[in-house]
Structures are given as C-alpha cells and as structure tokens.
C-alpha cells in the first residue's frame, strides 16, 4: 500500500512518539519507529488500555471533537494539549488530528511530545505558589485573631457585628450580643499572677466555643471582656444561651484559681440600631448584672 | 512522623497504587481509596481518615469541591492535593477551599513526606 508506507516513512522520521488509533474501535493501527523502540509494540491494542491504563475510553479523548457528528468524517482541526500519563509518570505535550487511512478507516493520529523536564520547573513554581497561598492564608488568620484566646479579636469581631447588623436592618433578620466580663479577674492577676490570669481566660474562652451553635460568633472584647454575636437570634434565645454559658462557667474546674463566674449583658437588635447603640444596651446590662451580684444575665 | 491512616482520591488506578505505595513506605497506612468525587466523600464519612490526598480531576465533581464537602462535614479534615494541575488560579482555589498542601505530578516521594509532615506541624490534628 504505497499511500500507507508514505504516512510510515513520513511519521518514522520524527523524532517523537506518534500512534494512531481507529476512531470506532480504540484499536492501535500504527505507531512510528521512535514509539515502538521506546515503549514496545502496541499494535492491534487498545489505545486507553494499552498506553494510558485505563479500563474504558480517557474521559480526555479528543475523538468527539475530531470527528463530523454528522458525518463521522474528520474535522480539519488539530486539537493541542497537555498531559501526565500515570503509566509512565511523564508529561506530554500532545497534538491530534482527525484523517482518513489509506484504507479508508477513520483514524486519529497523535504526536506526543515528552515535555516532562520543561514541566518539572512549571511544578515546582506551582508548588511554591502554593506555599505562597497557605502563608497568605495563615497570615489572614493571625489577623484577625486573639493570639492568646484563639477568638476573632476585637477588630474582626466589629466586623462580624456590622454584617449581622447590617442583615438586620436589610432582612428584617433577628440578631442579638452577649457582653460578657470575667468577675473580679483583677483579683484573679492579683491573687495567682498574670499566668494563672491567662490560664483562665483560655479555658473560660473553650467553654463559650464549646456552649455555641455554628452560627454564634465570639471574640475578645479586650482584656477580661467578651462580646459574641448571635445572628438569626431574637433577644430571648440569647439571654437563654447567656444564662447556659454563666452556668457552664461557674460550674467548671479551674486548675490554677478558685472558682471563676460571669457576668453578662444581653441586647436584641431594634429598629434603627447601629453598633455603637446596640453594645451601649448590652454594656448597660451588663452594668446591671454586676450591680446586682454578679454571676447572672441581665438585659 | 506521625504513621497516618490515609484516603486517597485519583480517578486512575494506576496513581493509586503508586501513591499507596509511597505512602506505604513513608510509613502510613492507606485505609481507602476512591476514584471519583461522592465516593470519596462517602469513603470519608465512613473511614475518616487522618489526611486525605486528592486529585482535581475527577470524573463526577471535581476535587476542590470535594475538598469543601468533606470540611463542611469535618472542618479539621487534612486534605493534601496532588494534581496535574498547576495553573496559579488553580493552587489558589484549592487552597481557598481549604487544602493544607499541593503536590504536583509524578508524585515525587520526598516531597510527599515533606508536605505531609509540614501539614502534620502547621495543623497537626489528630483523630485519635
């Protein structure tokens, strides 16, 4: 077949792996020299099976884009792209195109360029972007967290309160604060250091992680002062989850110090709140709760 | 380093092994393996295992929406990626769903070790 043996001394003179498959059967009707000395005789295989492992047709192939839907008669497009092949663990750059066999079959033919050490380069600054990107990511963290408590610090937590509040005023969405102060914790720094101080503050900070639903958000107020966000909830719940929170609190063994209490204050969102109304309520309550003993919620 | 039971997720068989038994040599025990996105989601439900490797490409969804299944199921799930994917957009969207590190094809074995013991340091939970 002499238009045969001219696709065959055409294609054995490149330099790169060169297959082509029948497009109906997947069947390997032709690879050049360069292939065949560097990964063996596949003829007469599949090609999924054969040379990239697989068990049924590559969810890559490029067939259905090659070929007329209409006509199953080759499209005049060349398709390029890149791959890893897991069965030799390289990379290839790789070029296909519809054509006719000289026996009339309908083929598809594909250059495979080995690309792997170009590649290699590629990934290892991908991977670096990467390492960029968790750096970023452990960098946002840091700042908007407590470094002592592990809550959203003060900054992020006026941030959480504007969008609750803002959702609010636009949604009609219940939200509602708890202000919450550790009871005599000046005494606590004062009686067993500033350790011990620290000591307490994560553990009371664990407790109120440990009492709240997913969508209630705490944070570090400053010093020995909390404020927790509670989105979706009216004035009453909150004063329920406060009052539980108080309970957890008094009721917990603190190693380093005698028992520690909270006092906290409630305030539901109203009409016309912004941030600075609604924690002037919550403060006020709070205010109140500690005028009247201590250890208990006011609103 | 701490010996890890792993999930890994690749929609070739053939990857699998091979990271299996890299994993294997470093010491760690593939507990499961899944070659497309809901059973990987199911597997990790059932398995859950202490660090999951996991391809983008998959044949149902791909592998960054997967990562974001398995952490609104399990926000301290350790989820490394090891892709054929190295487009910058791609690394950053799979680190802003919340992977904790990226390795690219042919996977090499000291590099697998050092990301797994790099996430095992920065976010070192622990099933256990």
């Known amino acids: 077949m002499i238009e045969g043996d001219l696709f065959k001394s055409l294609f054995d003179v490149i330099p790169f792996d060169i297959y082509v498959v029948d497009v109906v059967s997947y069947e390997i009707i032709y690879m050049n020299r360069k292939m065949i000395e560097s990964r063996g005789n596949f003829i007469g295989e599949r090609c999924f099976e054969r040379i990239y492992g697989e068990e049924k047709p590559c969810y890559f192939c490029k067939i259905p884009q090659l070929i007329d839907g209409t006509t199953s008669r080759p499209l005049d497009k060349t398709i390029t792209f890149d791959l890893f092949n897991p069965m030799d663990d390289r990379w290839y750059q790789i070029q296909e195109k519809a054509m006719t066999w000289p026996d009339g079959r309908i083929t598809k033919y594909s250059i495979a360029v080995d690309i792997s050490e170009l590649k290699e380069t590629q990934n290892r600054l991908a991977e670096a972007h990467a390492q960029l990107a968790l750096k970023n990511k452990a960098l946002e963290r840091l700042s908007i967290t407590d470094n002592l408590t592990g809550l959203f610090n003060r900054l992020h937590i006026e941030d959480v309160l504007e969008n609750v509040l803002y959702s609010s005023r636009r949604y009609g969405h219940p939200s509602s604060i708890i202000m919450i102060d550790i009871d005599h914790f000046k005494q606590v720094n004062d009686t067993w250091g500033h350790l011990v101080g620290d000591e307490v503050l994560v553990q009371v900070s664990d407790i109120f992680r440990r009492s709240m639903r997913k969508s209630d958000v705490p944070g570090r107020w400053g010093g020995e002062e909390f404020l927790i966000v509670c989105q979706d909830t009216d004035e009453d719940s909150a004063y329920l989850m406060a009052e539980k929170i108080c309970h957890q609190v008094a009721n917990a063994e603190f190693p380093s110090a005698k028992a520690i209490t909270i006092s906290a204050g409630v305030a539901g969102f109203r009409e016309g709140d912004d941030r600075v109304k609604i924690i002037q309520r919550s403060d006020s309550a709070l205010y109140r709760a500690k005028e009247l003993g201590r250890n208990r919620v006011e609103r | ?128």
């Open chain 2, 1 to 128: 380093m701490r010996a890890c039971k792993v999930l890994v997720v690749d929609d070739s068989l053939i990857t699998v092994r091979k990271i299996s038994q890299i994993l294997e040599d470093l010491g760690h025990t593939v507990t499961g393996y899944a070659l497309n996105g809901i059973d990987a989601i199911e597997k990790y439900r059932e398995l859950k295992p202490d660090l999951v490797t996991m391809d983008i490409t998959l044949p149902d969804i791909n592998g960054i929406q997967v990562v974001q299944n398995i952490l609104a199921f399990d926000k301290s799930a350790l989820i490394i990626m090891i892709t054929s994917h190295g487009q910058e957009q791609m690394v950053i969207d799979s680190i802003d769903a919340g992977a904790k590190g990226y390795v690219m094809k042919p996977v090499k074995p000291d590099i697998l070790r050092d990301t797994i013991e790099q996430v095992l340091s920065n976010y070192g939970g622990s099933h256990d």
